[in-house]
């Protein structure tokens, strides 16, 4: 008979499998300590788009660096700080700093108030192509 590897163990006595379920607030962020989940949600979503874009035009970090240097010369971003946004450590960089990037990656960017009903909706998203 062979030994039991580390994979083959009971998965009931994980310490993990015993504990009990926790209920979340249905805003996986507030849950996860943001003190603002709706702008970190914005953030997000922006940083999403920007890395999206980077992976189809193939750029390089440093391409970036560039293209916001041309597009927005004071808006100081660096190779480090695109790293940083494209690992989702959105601390310290403004919704409008991501805009300024996603413009100078050849994108428009608007802004649309539409009156709704009851409480609005915010959302980010890239229009479909035409």
């Known amino acids: 008979m062979s ?13 993990l499998e015993n504990t009990p379920p926790v209920r979340g607030s249905g805003n996986f962020l ?10 970190t949600r914005i953030k997000f979503d922006l940083v999403n788009l920007i890395r999206v874009i980077i992976e189809s035009k193939k750029l390089r970090q440093i391409d970036v660096v560039a ?52 409480h609005g909706h915010i959302s980010v998203r890239e229009r479909a192509a035409a």
């Open 3 to 15: 030994k039991k590897t580390e994979r083959d163990k009971d998965w009931k006595s994980d310490p």
């Open 30 to 39: 507030k849950d996860r300590g943001y003190s603002d989940p709706t702008e």
């Open 67 to 118: 293209l916001v240097g041309r597009y927005a010369p004071g808006a100081g971003i660096s190779q480090p700080d695109i790293s940083r946004i494209l690992r989702g450590n959105v601390i310290g960089y403004s919704e409008s700093r991501l805009i300024v990037i996603l413009a100078a990656l050849g994108n428009n960017v608007s802004i649309v108030v539409e009156p709704m009903k009851g």
